[in-house]
């Protein structure tokens, strides 16, 4: 890694960085641990579960053994990896069955992130962290899906009334639903509308990949359609968690070949080749992700790509973490390279109804027209109430 390219990262995020390389460096790390003290490991310890990096962070630290590591410490984060890697195994065997569930209704589903990223990406389900199972459905399917998942006990995060229900389906692209532990989310879209990014469902759907997960195979999203998602996902919230950088990371290491040029091709059809470019740019950043001239040619050439990194570095990865010192709306805007969807982004995002609409209120049929004044009402409340 360049040292002098993190200037702007504060310790704890750098250390967190360095623990999720392909190859770690132990001396370095090493060094860096032999001055923490228990605060300094129980923060992170916190850190790295909150950005969903702690499988790697573990797997770096037990590399090292370092002596500054209390035993009360050593309990604590082997307890904890072990709860995470129980749980992932849980979830995929759910995930295993859910898929065969669909599989045996005559319900065409996708996995995607979650066990299916964790076994090609990271070459294990355990060494990455997951709250829950995406798998991405056919809209006509929507209706018989959820009724399955409740018939096995699932229950919906929202109650929909009838009159509510095609409204619904028609601004928001997902809906949860928890039994136990275990956290599903249906999608009918990979991202909602509000982002104005609208993938071609018929492509999508013919260039599924399959995944062996305990010697069952199971469909999944594409090698190129993960990417795309994961540097749109990524974008849209602002790349908050090293998570979703290192799974760029990652995932791209994972492929012998990668065909570029289909990357970018897709990724202009989206209207979000800045956004692709963006991931890959923070994985290089932060991971020395190799990347061919054609790529490092597009990131140099597109001039908002670096103080772009910039703000987001430090909004997320510096010493001001967390204090919102940008417009997430404005940085957002930044993100898209067209205008139109620029334009089609911000309506949206001030006009189109999103999940918490529906939780705030469910009118009823003959009022339906008036959901795009609720989010505004909603925004005015929100951010200038007394």
């Known amino acids: 890694m360049k040292k002098q390219d993190f200037l702007i990262l504060s310790a704890k995020y750098q250390f967190m960085i360095d623990c999720c390389q392909e190859t770690i460096e132990t001396t370095t790390l090493s060094l860096t641990l032999a001055s923490y003290s228990d605060q300094a490991y129980h923060s992170l310890h916190t850190l790295s579960h909150q950005h969903g990096i702690y499988p790697l962070l573990y797997k770096s630290v037990q ?31 759910e995930l295993l069955d859910l898929m065969q569930l669909f599989e045996n209704n005559s319900i065409d589903a996708m996995a995607f992130k979650g066990p299916v990223l964790g076994a090609f990406a990271y070459g294990s389900i355990t060494l990455r962290q997951y709250g829950d199972l995406d798998i991405l459905i056919k809209r006509d399917d929507i ?69 062996d997960i305990n010697k069952q195979s199971i469909k ?52 979000i080749e800045r956004m692709l470019l963006f991931g890959l740019s923070l994985a290089q950043e932060f ?22 990194k910039k703000q987001v570095i430090t909004l997320h990865y510096s010493e001001q973490d967390g204090t919102k010192s940008y417009s997430t709306f404005w940085l957002l805007w930044q993100m898209r390279e067209n205008i139109s969807d620029r334009l089609r982004f911000a309506y949206r995002a001030l006009f189109a109804p999103k999940f918490d609409d529906f939780k705030f209120v469910q009118l009823p049929k003959q009022l339906l027209f008036l959901y795009p004044l609720i989010r505004p009402y909603r925004l005015v409340t929100k951010y200038f109430k007394r």
């Not at 998570?243 to 570029?260: N, Y």
Request: proline share 3%; glycine share 2%.
């Open 143 to 211: 209706e018989k899906s959820l009724l399955l998942l409740q018939t096995r006990g699932y229950v919906p995060e929202i109650e929909l009334e009838e009159s509510t229900l095609e409204t619904f389906y028609n601004c928001v692209n997902v809906i949860g639903l928890q039994k136990g532990s275990i956290r599903v989310e249906i999608h009918w879209e990979l991202l909602s509308s509000n982002y104005a990014i609208d993938w071609n469902e018929v492509k999508l759907w013919s260039e599924n990949e399959r995944i």
């Open 63 to 93: 590399a090292i053994q370092p002596h500054s590591l209390s035993k009360e410490m050593q309990e604590r984060y082997k307890q904890s990896s072990m709860r995470i890697t129980q749980h992932n195994m849980l979830m995929s065997a």
């Open 287 to 308: 991971f020395s992700l190799p990347l061919p001239q054609e790529i490092k040619t597009k990131i140099a050439a597109d001039k908002e790509l670096s103080p772009l």
């Open 220 to 271: 999944m999203l594409s090698f190129t359609n993960h990417i795309l998602y994961l540097c749109a996902h990524g974008s849209k919230h602002l790349f908050e968690r090293l998570e979703w950088v290192c799974d760029i990371d990652r995932a791209v290491r994972s492929q012998e070949h990668v065909e570029w040029d289909v990357l970018l091709q897709e990724a202009k059809a989206l209207g």
